[in-house]
């Protein structure tokens, strides 16, 4: 992903990209699965997991990981003012 925040506003900080592992004691979600969780899977996510880096939405920032079925991010609710969008490039490089 390449951030590409407009100029002239602020360092959102809704707009960065979260990253999260299990909790103390708990373990890893371990899924495959490409689709959007639901709002239960979500909130039984989130109760055994926490984010341990942010990415700052910041100008020109490139960031990268590798995508596996323990690996989890996610993009907060944006907080952005109306007409206004989070921009970026994400490449996703698929390798069999």
């Known amino acids: 992903m390449i951030y590409f925040p407009d100029p002239d506003l602020p ?6 990209t979260s990253f999260y592992r299990a909790k103390p004691g708990g373990e890893t979600r ?3 699965d490409p689709t959007m969780m639901t709002e239960a899977e979500s909130a039984d996510f989130l109760a055994g997991h926490e984010p341990y880096f942010r990415s700052a939405f910041t100008p020109n920032k490139l960031v990268g990981f590798l995508k596996s079925e323990i690996s989890w ?4 609710p944006l907080d952005l003012p109306p007409a206004r969008a989070r921009k970026s490039i994400n490449l996703n490089i698929y390798l069999r």
């Open 11 to 16: 360092a959102l900080e809704s707009c960065g």
């Open 30 to 32: 371990v899924d495959w």
């Open 73 to 76: 991010h996610a993009v907060p």
